[in-house]
């Protein structure tokens, strides 16, 4: 397909073929979830059977790094190299895949406040280290998780944007853990990090907790999203987050309705798979 991408843990494809088989059959393009389950459990020749079988079907594949516990600007040094080591190691795998983008987490949060100069120095070095690892690495997006304002990470872009850094805006995120569902800040958040704006994390949820929701299912505000990147004059990437097939069904008959908005995401009906 390669218009956009749907998630899909490494680790679920270890536990049955089936979820891989879906995505071939239906000729979905997988943002391939790297964790350090996928890291640890399974040697590098796992992971070049898996990437061959992508490239033996013709399909394209993006990958999400590992961010569990990891703290890429963190001012503790123990834990500070142990995210290094880590995203280090994800990105050699990272390059078996030949991704069309890698998928990271920037993980500012309100404790880094008032050490804001520390945390930037820190976690450009971080990104500067995982991006050496493959120098002709594809566009790294990193996207926001629990922040509640939009500066700080407009402050990373800046600091990465000569090193294919982009940011991939999740509206999941936003509308849960970064409050905006209470604060309506969307429009400040597309106006700020707009310059750097190049992917989407699709998903939907109730304002509270982080449901991954088929989209439609849930509160966020589509029109004011699709509406301020038209306004910009964006036409970003994006994967869909779905946790289930049904969720993944939602979110395709939600696109098919509302093709006005997502034709200009570079989709047509005849991309969409049927289920």
């Known amino acids: 397909m390669g218009c956009f991408y749907v998630n899909l843990p490494l680790r679920y494809i270890a536990e049955n073929r089936y979820y891989l088989n879906f995505f071939l059959r239906h000729n979905i393009s997988p943002e391939l979830g790297l964790d350090a389950m996928a890291l640890d459990e399974h040697d590098i020749e796992w992971h070049k059977e898996i990437a061959q079988t992508l490239h033996d079907a013709g399909q394209a594949c993006s990958i999400h790094l590992p961010f569990h516990d990891l703290q890429p600007g963190s001012l503790d040094d123990l834990i500070l190299q142990a995210a290094r080591e880590r995203l280090q190691r994800a990105m050699h795998i990272a390059k078996l895949y030949k991704p069309r983008y890698l998928v990271g987490h920037a993980y500012f949060i309100p404790l880094y406040t008032d050490m804001f100069s520390k945390w930037l120095n820190r976690a450009v070095q971080t990104w500067e280290m995982v991006m050496d690892i493959w120098p002709e690495h594809p566009p790294l997006y990193l996207e926001n998780v629990r922040e509640i304002e939009p500066r700080p990470l407009a402050d990373l872009m800046r600091e990465l944007s000569s090193r294919k850094v982009r940011f991939c805006l999740d509206i999941g995120h936003w ?17 700020t990090l707009g310059p750097y704006l190049s992917h989407l994390h699709l998903h939907d949820n109730d304002g509270i907790a982080d449901l991954h929701l088929g989209l439609g299912q849930g509160c966020i505000p589509w029109t004011e999203l699709f509406g301020g990147l038209e306004f910009l004059e964006l036409s970003p990437s994006f994967a869909l987050e779905p946790h289930c097939q049904e969720d993944l069904e939602y979110s395709l008959t939600f696109i098919k309705k509302h093709m006005n908005w997502f034709s200009r995401l570079g989709v047509r009906r005849r991309d969409l798979p049927e289920m």
């Open 175 to 191: 509308a849960s853990y970064g409050n905006g569902s209470q604060y309506q800040n969307l429009p400040q958040w597309i106006q």
